[in-house]
């Protein structure tokens, strides 16, 4: 059974995390958001595959009901220094800096035509980097290159992001290698390559790359544009870094 988009962030990868020795499992995006807890794999999915139709508004102060199950009674959380929006079937939003912003995150509905765009970027990215992954057959790699079509820096960390969990870390190296030639200044792309080339044993290479990864997120964090959601996986993104500096230095 395949898993829907996010409802919340319309992020396409997710992880099925065993809990309590594997006697429940449930679905987790990277933005945060999960669904309830099932007692099997199949029935996580279907519980995160469920949807309940709600009409977004956002810019209200109070939780709308949950898309998973329609329930309201939805109440607040925090955890550190996160916040999230939590439901008594057990789903949660995305984490968030603090509790207007997990309320807005919660509100913040993706329509069926989010996730069809978002599933056709995700589609053609992948084809477009099948040449440069060498995995496409001669004939798919000639009707792409007469495409004549670049990806976006958004489809690029998509597969380096992939890659990265596949631990397939040379591809990931290349295409962030080909991400940071296009978009010099992309967070992401760095913080990608360094985790690559600490996996391939460059430490030090991984460093330098930490290090230019933390400042571009600190300026990014800085900018009045920045999304609820674009700060809350910058902040997430600096701990990492934080963590992966210290293990490099120690």
Known sequence: MQNLP???CGGLEQDIYDLYGDLHRLVYCKCGAQAGEADDEEQAIALWNTRTTFESQATLME?????????QENENYQQGRYFWVWCKCGAQGSHAANKQEAITLWNSRKTQSNIGEKLMQKIIATAL????L???PPALAQVIIDFQSQPTIEQLIQVVESATRDKNYPTALRVANNAIKQFPEYAAAYFYRAIALSNLGKPEEAKLDFEQAKKLYLSQLKSVKISPQEKNEALLKLETIERQLKRIQS
């Open 6 to 8: 996010c409802p919340f």
């Open 134 to 136: 060498t995995f496409a």
């Open 63 to 71: 939780p709308v009901p949950c898309p998973f199950c329609g329930g």
């Open 129 to 132: 980097l099948l040449p440069v």
